[in-house]
Each structure stands twice: as C-alpha cells, then as structure tokens.
Nanobody, 128 residues
Framework: QVQLVESGGGSVKIGGSLRLSCVWS????????MAWFRQAPGKEREGIAY????????SYADSVKGRFAIAREDAANTLFLQMNSLGPEDTAMYYC?????????????????????WGQGTQVTVSS
C-alpha cells in the first residue's frame, strides 16, 4: 500500500509563489510515476504535471507550462511542485498521485483515471 501526504498549500497574493511537497511511502514506490493534479470547486480534476522515475521526462498541462515545475527526490521519497506567477485561476485543491510504473504513455500522464494512489490534498488560494 502506497501512502501520499501533501503539504505546502496556503493563501498567496496574485503573482506570488508556493512550493508544494508530497511525501510518499510504500514498498517499491520509488519506482512509480508521479504527478500533480488539481481540482477547483465545480470543476473536474485536472492533471497539471507529471514526472517519470529518475526524472527523465516531465509533462505539463498548457495551463501551467512555463510557470510550474515538478521535481522529485527519490532518496527522500518526496515530490515537489514549484508554482510561480500564481493567478486566481490556480486556486484549487492540489493532489499528488502515483502510478506503479516507471514510465507512462504520453496520453495517459495527465489522466486521473490512470493513477492508483492519491494523497488527501492541500488547498491553494490565490487572491488580491
């Protein structure tokens, strides 16, 4: 069983930055693909960033490309999401997720239905 625990959310001004963390545990989990998703009230869950084992490949949604960066530190079982130039449209609950394969097909990477394990989420609120 893999467990994921997010942290780092909070309230931030427009144009500000936040860094989210997700600590994972479980046998073999260092060989898992990892991703960040977000869900705003009344909207579907949106995949925003993906990273393979070994950080060989990353994928981003167009909505965050150039502003967000995903990273992982396998020695510390930690996934990160650096978020810059935040706007009100980034307000959402942010979740980390894991899939027990080291690499995923490009079309699957930001699809929430392809992930087996989820954290409880951390809220990000961006306002003026």
């Amino acid at each position: 069983q893999v467990q994921l625990v997010e942290s780092g959310g909070g309230s931030v001004k427009i144009g500000g930055s936040l860094r989210l963390s997700c600590v994972w545990s479980g046998y073999g989990s260092s060989r898992y693909s990892m991703a960040w998703f977000r869900q705003a009230p009344g909207k579907e869950r949106e995949g925003i960033a993906y990273i393979t084992v070994g950080s060989d490949y990353r994928s981003y949604a167009d909505s965050v490309k150039g502003r967000f960066a995903i990273a992982r530190e396998d020695a510390a079982n930690t996934l990160f999401l650096q978020m810059n130039s935040l706007g009100p449209e980034d307000t959402a609950m942010y979740y980390c997720a894991a899939n027990p394969v080291p690499y995923m097909l490009v079309g699957d990477r930001l699809n929430p239905q392809k992930y087996n394990y989820w954290g409880q989420g951390t809220q990000v609120t961006v306002s003026s």
